[in-house]
C-alpha cells in the first residue's frame, strides 16, 4: 500500500508515513549490526555531524541494522524511526539503501541532530540503475572514481559503466597488448593529460563499487570510437575517414582533424574504424575482452557500437556479431549501443543500450527492439533526457547541446517504458551518462551531473503510480538534499528550479 507522505526523500519510496518528532542523535547513540553497512553509516553520521556514533554495544542499541530476506524483494528495506532506529534489509544491498534513506533523514535544528521519525518500506522499481563516466576523453584517476561511486551510489543507483577506450585515449592495461597504454594513453581531449588504470588500480575501482553494491561494467568502444587504438597499433585501423560534420565541428571548435598514427586531440567522431576483415582484428579483441572479463566479477562487458560512421553497414553487422559472440565465449552479457542492433545475428541475450531521443529517430527503434527479439533486453538512455554531459541552459559554462537543453525538469519528466514498443519487461531499466568532453575536473563532472543524476534515480527507483512522483513533489524533496551533498563535497549545480534548503 503507498501512503501518503511528505518526507524530504529522493527517490521517492515506495511508502512512507511521516511520525511526528525527531529521534535525537548525539555521541551517546549506539549502532548494532554486523553488515558493513553499520560502519558505512557511522562514518557517514561524523562527516555530515562530526558526531562518531557508538559501534561497541552487543545488546539493544538505537540505532539496529538487520537482514531479513522475507522482509522485501531484492535491495529493498524497511525503515521503522521512532524511539529507536531500526532497518531490516532483504540483503546486504537493502540494507545500504536502507542506510542511505536513514541519512537523507538526519537534520538538525535548534536542538541539535536528530532523525526524523517515519516507517518505510521500499524496493526498486527497476533492477539496473546506472550511470556511466567517461574517463577517455578527460582522464579521471581512482580517487576521483570512488567519489563518484560515493556520491552515486547514495542514490541508490547500482551500476557504473566505465567508457575506458575512444578516439582520444585508452585507459585500461592489457598485458597482451602493452602499446595500448605505452602509446595511446597519454593524450586526452584539448590536450589535457591523459592516463590509465593499472589492473591493480581497475581492481580496487571493482572492489570499491561492490562495497557500495554497484556493478562495474567496463567499455571497450568498438568498432569505431578506435582512433586511440590505431596510435598503438596501426595495423588495427582504417585510415581516418572525413565527414562533413566532422570537418565543420573542427573548424567551429578550432580543433585539429584527425591524423593516422597520431593523438586526437578534437571531439569529432565517425572517422575511426578497425579492420573488420582482418582476423588480428579479432584476436585483438578477444585478447582484451578475456583480460578484461578475469578481473571483472560483474556478468557484463560493454562493447561500444556507436556512431561507426566510417564503417560499411555490412562490415559493421559483421563486427557486432563477431565481437558479441566473442564476449560470450568468455562468459560474459554482451551490452552494446542500440546500433549493434542491426546486426541480423547478434548474440543472443545481448543486452542494448538505446541512447536515441524519447522520440526514436531513424531506424533507432527497430535497432533497439531487435536486441529484444534475440533473447535480450535493454537499457534506456534516451539522450535528451539523461545525458548528463548535456547544458542546462544555453548559457551554461559545461556541456553540449547536440542532445538538447536538459534543465531539471526535462530530466525528470520522462518514462523509459513509453519510449520504444517493446515489452515492459525488456527494459531492464535506466542509465545516465556523462560524457567528458567539457569536464577536466571531477568538480566539473559533478556540476554537469549533480542534480540531475538525482532525477534519474527516482525515474529508475520508484514506483510509476506513486503519489510523489511528480515534479512539484520531486523539486522540494530534491532541494532538501543540499545540505547533505554540501557536507559530503558534491559540487552540485544550484539549478532556479530548485527551491534548495540551507539546513
Request: proline share 7%; net charge negative.
Given at each position: 500500500m503507498v501512503l501518503p507522505h511528505s518526507l524530504p526523500l529522493v527517490p521517492a519510496p515506495v511508502s512512507a508515513l511521516a511520525r511526528e518528532g525527531r529521534m535525537p542523535v548525539t555521541a551517546t547513540t549506539r549502532v548494532l549490526g554486523s553488515s558493513p553497512?553499520?560502519?558505512q553509516?557511522?562514518?557517514a553520521v561524523e562527516r555530515r555531524t562530526g558526531i562518531r556514533l557508538d559501534s561497541t554495544v552487543d545488546g539493544p542499541a538505537e540505532i539496529e541494522l538487520f537482514i531479513d530476506p522475507d522482509s522485501s524483494a531484492a535491495e529493498g528495506y524497511t525503515l521503522e524511526i521512532g524511539d529507536r532506529a531500526i532497518i531490516i534489509g532483504a540483503d546486504e544491498a537493502g540494507l545500504f539503501y536502507g542506510v542511505q534513506t536513514l541519512l537523507q533523514l538526519l537534520r538538525e535544528d535548534d536542538a541539535g541532530w536528530g532523525l526524523l521519525r517515519a516507517d518505510i518500506a521500499d524496493s526498486p522499481r527497476f533492477p539496473r540503475r546506472g550511470v556511466m563516466l567517461d574517463v577517455t576523453r578527460h582522464f579521471f584517476g581512482v580517487d576521483d572514481v570512488?567519489?563518484?561511486i560515493d556520491s552515486t551510489s547514495a542514490l541508490k543507483l547500482n551500476h557504473l559503466h566505465l567508457h575506458l577506450s575512444d578516439d582520444q585515449g585508452w585507459r585500461v592495461q592489457i598485458d597482451s597488448w602493452p602499446l595500448l597504454t605505452e602509446r595511446a594513453a597519454a593524450s586526452?581531449?584539448?590536450?589535457?593529460?591523459g592516463g590509465f588504470y593499472t589492473k591493480d588500480h581497475y581492481r580496487e575501482i571493482v572492489a570499491y563499487a561492490a562495497a557500495r553494491h554497484m556493478i562495474v561494467i567496463p567499455e571497450i568502444d568498438l568498432p569505431g570510437h578506435t582512433h586511440a587504438i590505431g596510435v598503438a597499433y596501426p595495423e588495427l585501423v582504417e585510415a581516418p575517414v572525413m565527414n562533413d560534420a566532422l570537418i565543420a565541428d573542427s573548424k567551429r571548435l578550432g580543433q585539429p582533424l584527425p591524423v593516422a598514427g597520431e593523438p586526437y586531440l578534437g571531439w569529432g567522431v565517425g572517422h575511426s574504424s578497425v579492420r573488420i576483415h582482418s582476423e588480428r582484428t579479432y584476436e585483438f579483441v578477444r585478447d582484451v575482452v578475456r583480460e578484461l572479463a578475469e578481473m571483472t566479477p560483474g556478468p557484463y562487458i560493454h562493447i561500444g557500437g556507436d556512431e561507426s560512421l566510417g564503417t560499411p553497414q555490412a562490415d559493421f553487422d559483421l563486427f557486432a556479431e563477431r565481437a558479441t559472440a566473442i564476449v560470450v565465449e568468455m562468459g560474459k552479457v554482451p551490452v552494446a549501443w542500440h546500433e549493434m542492433g542491426s546486426a541480423a545475428a547478434i548474440a543472443e541475450g545481448a543486452i542494448g543500450q538505446y541512447w536515441g531521443k524519447t522520440t526514436p529517430e531513424g531506424a533507432h527503434a527497430e535497432e533497439a527492439a531487435h536486441f529484444v527479439e534475440r533473447g535480450g533486453a535493454l537499457i534506456m538512455s534516451a539522450a535528451n533526457a539523461t545525458y548528463l554531459d548535456m547544458k542546462y541552459s544555453e548559457d551554461f559554462?559545461?556541456?553540449?547541446?547536440?542532445?538538447?537543453?536538459?534543465?531539471v525538469r526535462t530530466a525528470y519528466e520522462w518514462e523509459p517504458t513509453a519510449v520504444l514498443d517493446v515489452p515492459e519487461s525488456a527494459i531492464l531499466g535506466v542509465e545516465a551518462p556523462l560524457w567528458s568532453e567539457t569536464t577536466r575536473t571531477l568538480d566539473e563532472v559533478e556540476q554537469l551531473v549533480f542534480p540531475r543524476v538525482a532525477a534519474q534515480?527516482?525515474?529508475a527507483w520508484s514506483p510509476r503510480e506513486s503519489p510523489e512522483r511528480g515534479w512539484e513533489s520531486f523539486r522540494v524533496r530534491l532541494g532538501s538534499l543540499a545540505p547533505l551533498w554540501k557536507a559530503e563535497g558534491v559540487d552540485f549545480h544550484p539549478a532556479d528550479e530548485i527551491p534548495w534548503s540551507t539546513r
Open positions: 553497512a553499520a560502519a553509516l557511522i562514518d570512488k567519489t563518484f586526452a581531449a584539448d590536450g589535457a593529460p559554462p559545461l556541456g553540449l547541446t547536440w542532445a538538447g537543453i536538459i534543465d534515480a527516482e525515474v
